[in-house]
């Protein structure tokens, strides 16, 4: 985690915040700590900070989707560009491979762009494990 929040002391408070990191309902965590007697009011806090928690990390991975995404897209959109003008001498029947490598590149780019943005826009809305989403 890049997060600057110090680590729970309270084994409880650390294995809810677990539980939110690998994807757990907010409402089954907050269950979780009400039966280890924690107050509801506490429970409350404590998962709304553990959200915004995994919500800040899941924007960390977007903006490095984007990041990614984004050069691979313009790069594949230029070399078509380049390859299919006369500006090249590049492209020719036997180097269709090539181009083929140039839109596998610009697909590539487009998927992580758009998952970038998906995690950017709405981080809520994924409940996998951070370690899964991270690979």
């Known amino acids: 985690m890049t997060s600057a929040e110090p680590i729970e002391s309270n084994p409880t408070f650390s294995e809810a915040r677990a539980k939110i990191?690998?994807?757990?309902s907010a409402a089954s965590v907050r269950a979780f700590l009400i039966v280890n007697n924690v107050s509801a009011a506490e429970a409350d806090a404590k998962v709304k900070q553990f959200v915004r928690e995994r919500n800040a990390e899941l924007r960390v991975i977007g903006i490095r989707r984007v990041l990614i995404g984004t050069p691979l897209v313009l790069l594949?959109?230029?070399?078509?560009?380049?390859?299919?003008?006369?500006h090249s001498n590049v492209y020719n029947?036997?180097?269709?491979?090539?181009?083929?490598?140039?839109?596998?590149?610009g697909l590539f780019g487009l998927w992580k762009l758009i998952g970038g943005l998906f995690f950017l826009l709405r981080p809520q809305s994924d409940d996998e494990s951070i370690a899964d989403i991270e690979e």
């Open 76 to 86: 594949s959109i230029f070399l078509t560009w380049y390859m299919l003008t006369d």
């Open 93 to 105: 029947r036997t180097n269709n491979r090539g181009l083929g490598g140039v839109f596998l590149m």
């Open 21 to 24: 990191i690998w994807g757990e």
